[in-house]
């Protein structure tokens, strides 16, 4: 499917995301925690995108990515598919643009995640649970209706846009030595990294991911980009795969990608809420259990990490089940 | 039972008490929510106590008392009942000063609060669960050890530090039309009103309560201190009465008591939870739920609300009961 916005973003990208999503995205606060510094041995600076606007970091990119639009463009809407915080993201930012967005989701899709795109005002269209009538459903909508589609992370004003996180924390924490972040189809990590290796060249970049999607590990390892389903981690948000683009600009800018165990992971999301007071899923937690876990040493070191999103459903807990 | 520190602070002592909490507490954040906005048609500073040490405003009232004692007090040690945040508040301010703290607990007490106050260090002494049982075990701790009885609400150190809570708030936002707080003894109200009344004396104060629990909404209405067992709300932090002293404060400086039902308390506490992704106990749900409710018109005004804290048992959740 072709893709408007292709590219690498340079930083100058991220700097203009910056000054393009100032109006409608919340700059978030970074908290801090005495118990969870006692228990790592260094001290962490979490940059909350778990209060950024419909609950996640990834209202960046997609806010970054419709107004980028011209306006010809953007009359005629933009479209996803997504059965997650992209899709919800999506249809906030469009909203705020008052055009139309569409997204593709899976008709097994849960009902809060359905409700939630919906009440953005998003038109979702159901589609069979499967990659082949996901990309034939979305094609079908961008055809119908000239809709620009906004990729989840393999989309240059994406990653722009998700890079801008990383560019709040580091003006307001120029002193920090490692940014960690997880990773999943890699738009974070990637914008993350831009923006690190231009602000902090000498800083440590570090990603994070379950061990039962760790694509990513096994790509930078192998220096060859590896993509496998990863259905069953608890981490939902990270069982998509890299993407020739991002593979390149993490290759290219990350020193590490850790993994973690879901045990851990469950683990970390419940410290977090219950020492912190702060909702987290459970993606948002694994660069919190690979320091919980020792994975990394941050003994006397100031941790930058990146609290992805908080949107769970509050009846059904990990640790419950 | 003789009460070490006795009478009504002024502002000077809630002055006095930010300085010497400083040291030790955290100043908690103050978010908004553009949702919580919309939905109330105010804007809403929401002042995070449960961001605070040991996850609730109490620190404030026992990190004071206990820095108040002399060096000859202090060495013996500090005591208090409480199944609650005052307990934990105690243990830790205590721990802080390297000094014991006896808390007496009812033997029905859940677990998890058992393990808590324990894990900070306090000496937990179990009784049976009804009044006369709390006063006799507490006397003859305080007879045996000699330690200073911290009353979690009737205590002018008390007081005096919970008001540092609104000072730090109208610091930052000193152009708030009301400020709010739940009212159980009348600690936090009473400090809350003290600080209001010095330095916004035009400011609207206002405590909020739960319907089941309303000796304070009587009290205020009748112009005498009303007293009657309340153990049924889901609000487990104010089910207690005001003291004389409180009463007196309050009837002063208080403006309304609004009174809001357990169900609609669940309700504001999952709202938040869902729309600002922090978790709050079901007690510092309450002045939510009062606006929630509309209980207030907060349309076009600034109301600051103190979220006094985020103690949960994460294994149950009300809504899932």
């Known amino acids: 499917m072709s893709n408007t916005s292709s590219g690498i973003p340079t930083f ?16 978030t606060p970074v908290l801090t925690s005495r118990t969870l510094n006692d228990m790592a041995g260094g001290e962490i600076f979490f940059k909350c995108e778990n209060f950024q606007r419909a609950g996640a970091f990834k209202f960046r990119g997609a806010c970054n990515s419709v107004f980028s639009l011209s306006d010809d463009e953007a009359a005629k809407g933009v479209a996803t598919h997504s059965s997650g915080n992209h899709g919800q993201a999506l249809a906030l930012a469009a909203r705020m643009r008052g055009i139309p967005a569409y997204v593709v989701m899976p008709e097994n899709s849960p009902k809060v995640k359905l409700s939630a795109v919906e009440g953005y005002g998003a038109k979702v269209i159901r589609c069979e649970s499967n990659q082949k009538a996901r990309e034939e459903t979305l094609q079908k909508v961008v055809n119908d209706t000239g809709a620009s589609f906004i990729h989840p992370y393999d989309n240059k004003t994406v990653i722009a846009g998700q890079g801008t996180c990383a560019c709040e924390l580091l003006m307001e924490y120029p002193g920090l ?44 390892k192998t220096g060859k980009l590896q993509k496998f389903d990863t259905t069953n981690t608890i981490a939902d948000g990270l069982r998509t795969t890299l993407s020739e683009r991002t593979f390149a600009i993490i290759q290219q800018n990350v020193d590490d990608i850790l993994t973690v165990s879901d045990d851990s992971i469950i683990r970390a999301m419940r410290t977090v809420w219950e020492r912190m007071n702060i909702i987290i899923e459970a993606s948002c937690s694994v660069p919190v259990a690979a320091i919980l876990e020792k994975k990394i040493d941050i003994t006397g070191k100031k941790v930058g990490v990146i609290l992805t999103g908080g949107n769970v459903d509050l009846e059904h807990l990990p640790w419950q089940e």
């Open 12 to 27: 100058q990208d991220i700097e203009d995301a910056v000054t393009r999503i100032s109006p409608h995205a919340n700059k």
């Open 177 to 220: 030595d490692i940014i960690m972040a997880p990773v999943g189809g890699g738009g974070l990590l990637s914008g993350t990294s831009i923006t690190a290796r231009e602000l902090m060249p000498k800083m440590l970049v570090i990603g994070s991911e379950p061990e039962q999607a760790d694509d990513a590990s096994q790509s930078l």
